[in-house]
């Protein structure tokens, strides 16, 4: 409802809570339940909606949380888009297995002047990964 009341919409549309286990109906503010017959039509449009909800909710977080993992490392890459990355996930199923590929493996699939891009951009990371280590100790 926090939400709801952000937006400016309390009032403009109807918001129903369905409890799990006993399938009761809640309203806002109200302190007793809505018990529907087990296998009313109404309860039963109820939980249509409510299991579209979830695969939705599902499908959008698994979605999003996939191509935040695996593609923003790559497209964070000066030169790669989405369309390269994708070509190269498809392939190789990660960003750990892109890295351990040669240069040939990622030409065949992204051609040789992304291949170089996405080569130099591992090895530089890499050797950075290797050296800031060493460097925090001797700082620190």
């Known amino acids: 409802m926090e939400s709801i009341e952000a937006l400016n919409l309390t009032g403009k549309i109807t918001v129903v809570g369905l409890a799990k286990n006993e399938e009761e109906i809640f309203f806002p503010g109200d302190k ?12 039963n449009l109820i939980r249509r909606i409510r299991d579209e909800v979830h695969r939705f909710g599902i499908a959008f977080h698994r979605n999003k949380r996939s ?14 888009g989405e369309k390269t990355a994708t070509q190269l996930l498809q392939q190789f199923k990660s960003v750990k297995k892109i890295k351990e590929r040669s240069f ?24 950075l990964d290797e050296i800031l280590p060493v460097l925090k100790s001797n700082i620190l």
């Open 32 to 43: 007793e339940s809505i018990k529907l017959s087990w296998n009313s039509e109404g309860l």
């Open 67 to 80: 191509k935040g993992t695996f593609k923003n490392e790559l497209e964070n890459i000066q030169g790669i």
């Open 104 to 127: 040939e493996e990622l030409a065949a699939v992204a051609g040789r002047s992304k291949a170089k891009i996405i080569s130099d951009y591992f090895q530089k990371k890499g050797g």
